[in-house]
């Protein structure tokens, strides 16, 4: 499985940005996909979850009403459209498959991993 993000870019605070992130090698709807962060010399954080169909969605209170994950099955992508951005949402964005079929904000219950895009939001 290889996964692709794009989409990260700079943007002045109250701005948005969609992310997608490109899946390949696999069964794409055998897997839950989430987006991650990192910002600089911190760790990893969850942001959002959505299960193999779209019908499910779990958000981190920090993006929850700000930002919405959303998939494409026929297309292998998945999205994370951030609205209302600030400076405390620049970081690098990751996006993940896990085979677990629930919610799971533990990176270790991921098993493929992007390369990451950065955002960067100025004040």
């Known amino acids: 499985v290889l996964l692709g993000e794009s989409g990260g870019g700079s943007v002045e605070a109250g701005g948005s940005l969609r992310l997608s992130c490109t899946f390949s090698?696999?069964?794409?709807?055998?897997?839950?996909m989430g987006w991650f962060r990192e910002a600089l010399e911190e760790e990893r954080e969850f942001v959002a979850w959505?299960?193999?169909?779209?019908?499910?969605?779990y958000y981190a209170n920090s993006v929850k009403r700000r930002f919405a994950i959303s998939r494409d099955n026929a297309k292998n992508i998945v999205y994370l459209q951030m609205n209302n951005l600030n400076p405390k949402d620049t970081a690098v964005y990751y996006c993940a498959a896990t085979e677990y079929r629930t919610v799971v904000q533990g990176p270790d219950f991921y098993d493929h991993w992007g390369q990451g895009t950065q955002v960067t939001v100025s004040s």
């Open positions: 090698g696999g069964d794409f709807d055998t897997y839950a």
């Open positions: 959505i299960n193999w169909n779209g019908d499910e969605t």
